[in-house]
C-alpha cells in the first residue's frame, strides 16, 4: 500500500513538475511613442510636423546603426543613440521594485540604466538605482554564462566580477559597470504586474557622452541572448508581438507589446514568413522576395551579399522604409503611373515622392512579397502628411542596408517566434486593442 502511494505521489509530481515547466505565460504592456503626449520626450510646442521631421532623421541614423553593425558584427551596439529611437516601455528592476521608462529597442539586446554610484555620468530626471536597496540585486560572476555571452563587450573585472563596456560608435558616448541580475516586472494592462526573478542587466557605474535627461536605459527586445525577450524564454516560449497605433491617432489608445501566450499571431488574415538569422545575431532578416503597386510587380533588386536569405530587417525603431536604389526607382515610377495628379518636391528634402491635396489621392494598394507571405499596405501605411497639403512616399532608397520600417507596420498585429523562427503579420486595428 506504501508502495502505490509512493508511486502515485511521484507521478503526480512528475506531472506537475511538467506541466509547470511546460507553463507559457501571456502578459500585454504598453508602448509610448517618442513623440505621443504620454512620453517623456514630448515637447507640446512643436507641431506635428515637426515631430515628423525628427522622426525621419532618426530613421536615418538608425539605418547607420544597422550598417555599423553589419560591417563590424562583433561590435553589437555601434552607433545606436539611445534615446533617439521610438518607442519606450515601463519596467521595475529590484525588490521592492524601481521602475524605468526605456526605450524598447528590437535592434539591441543588453538591458541596461545607470546605477549609483556613477562616476561622470549624465544626468538623469528619474532617481538613479541603488543597487544596495534591492534584496533580490546581485553581480555575475566571470564564469556566469551572460558574461560569455557578452563577448568582446565583456571582461573580468576585481573579485571575478563580470563587467560590460559598450561603446556607441562616437568616440566619446558609452556605458559601462557590472553585469548584474534581479528582479525585473513589467506591467501588465490585463491585471497584475508580472514578475521575473535572475534577469540580467547592465548596472551601469560610468557613462560617456551627451544623453537626453529623459533617457533612462534601453530595454533590449533583439535576438541575442542578452535581450529580454531570449532571457524569458522558458516563461514566454520565444513568443512576442506588438500592434502599432497610426502616428497620426488622436485617441487615447496606445501601442501595445504581447508576450507569451499574448505574443501568438494567428487567425483569420494572419500570413508568416521565416525569421532569418544573421550576423550579429540581435538583428531580426526577412526575405523579401519583390513589391506590388497595384498589379505591376517589381522584384528585388539589392547588393549581391545580401540576396543569400537575409536582404532586409524588420524594426519598430525605425519609421520608414529603406528599399535599394532601383528597386525603389521601379516602384516609384509605378506608383507615380498610378496616381492621377502632379508630383511635387519636398521642402524639407526629406522623402522623394510627394503630392499635394492628398484628400483627393487615389493611392493604389501595395503588396509587399516577403517568403510565404504577401501583406498588404494600405495608404496609411505608404503616405504620410508631411505638412499641411504635403503628402509623401514613406519609403526611400538606401545604398548601405534595408529595412522595414514602423509606418509599414501600423494597424498590423506584428508577431516573433523566435523557437520556430518565424514572423506573422495580421491586419488589426490597433488603436482597439
Not at 513623440?35 to 521631421?53: G, H, V
Not at 516601455?89 to 539586446?109: H, R
Not at 497595384?294 to 543569400?308: C, D, L, W
Request: charged share 15%; glycine share 10%.
Amino acid at each position: 500500500m506504501k508502495c502505490l502511494i509512493f508511486t502515485l505521489v511521484v507521478i503526480f509530481l512528475a506531472h506537475f513538475c511538467e506541466h509547470s515547466d511546460a507553463e507559457i505565460e501571456g502578459f500585454t504592456t504598453d508602448l509610448i511613442s517618442h513623440d505621443s503626449a504620454r512620453s517623456p520626450f514630448y515637447n507640446p510646442s512643436e507641431t506635428k510636423y515637426q515631430r515628423l521631421q525628427k522622426a525621419f532623421h532618426r530613421s536615418i541614423l538608425r539605418g547607420n546603426h544597422f550598417s555599423a553593425m553589419t560591417a563590424s558584427p562583433n561590435d553589437i551596439q555601434s552607433d545606436v543613440i539611445p534615446g533617439r529611437l521610438e518607442y519606450l516601455m515601463n519596467i521595475s528592476l529590484g525588490t521592492p521594485p524601481v521602475s524605468m521608462l526605456g526605450i524598447a529597442d528590437t535592434g539591441s539586446d543588453l538591458i541596461w540604466r545607470q546605477c549609483r554610484p556613477c562616476d561622470n555620468c549624465y544626468e538623469q530626471d528619474e532617481p538613479l538605482f541603488d543597487p544596495e536597496t534591492s534584496e533580490t540585486y546581485k553581480i555575475l560572476s566571470c564564469d556566469n554564462e551572460f558574461c560569455g555571452d557578452l563577448g568582446q563587450k565583456g571582461y573580468c573585472g576585481n573579485d571575478n566580477a563580470c563587467i560590460y563596456y559598450y561603446d556607441y560608435g562616437t568616440g566619446d558616448r558609452f556605458t559601462m559597470g557590472y553585469l548584474s541580475s534581479d528582479t525585473l516586472t513589467i506591467g501588465s494592462t490585463e491585471g497584475d504586474p508580472v514578475s521575473f526573478p535572475g534577469v540580467a542587466f547592465g548596472c551601469a557605474h560610468r557613462t560617456g557622452g551627451t544623453y537626453p535627461e529623459k533617457h533612462v536605459g534601453l530595454i533590449g527586445l533583439g535576438g541575442g541572448a542578452l535581450s529580454l525577450v531570449k532571457q524569458l524564454d522558458s516563461q514566454v516560449g520565444g513568443q512576442f508581438s506588438y500592434c502599432l497605433i497610426p502616428l497620426s491617432s488622436d485617441s487615447t489608445a496606445s501601442s501595445k507589446i504581447n508576450f507569451g501566450r499574448n505574443g501568438v499571431v494567428s487567425g483569420s488574415g494572419t500570413v508568416s514568413t521565416p525569421l532569418i538569422r544573421g550576423t550579429p545575431d540581435t538583428i531580426y532578416y526577412l526575405k523579401l522576395e519583390g513589391m506590388s503597386v497595384g498589379s505591376t510587380r517589381v522584384e528585388f533588386n539589392g547588393f549581391s551579399a545580401q540576396e543569400e536569405g537575409n536582404n532586409i530587417v524588420i524594426d519598430s525603431g525605425t519609421t520608414i522604409t529603406f528599399l535599394p536604389p532601383d528597386m525603389y526607382s521601379e516602384v516609384e515610377s509605378a506608383l507615380a503611373t498610378a496616381i492621377s495628379g502632379q508630383p511635387t518636391s519636398d521642402p524639407n528634402g526629406n522623402f522623394r515622392l510627394c503630392y499635394s491635396g492628398g484628400s483627393n489621392l487615389q493611392v493604389p494598394t501595395i503588396t509587399v512579397h516577403f517568403t510565404g507571405a504577401d501583406v498588404q499596405l494600405s495608404p496609411l501605411n505608404t503616405f504620410i502628411q508631411a505638412q499641411e497639403d504635403l503628402f509623401c512616399f514613406t519609403m526611400i532608397p538606401s545604398w548601405d542596408f534595408f529595412i522595414f520600417g514602423n509606418l509599414a507596420q501600423v494597424n498590423f498585429l506584428v508577431g516573433y517566434d523566435l523557437n520556430n523562427n518565424m514572423v506573422s503579420f495580421k491586419p488589426t486595428d490597433c488603436t482597439k486593442q
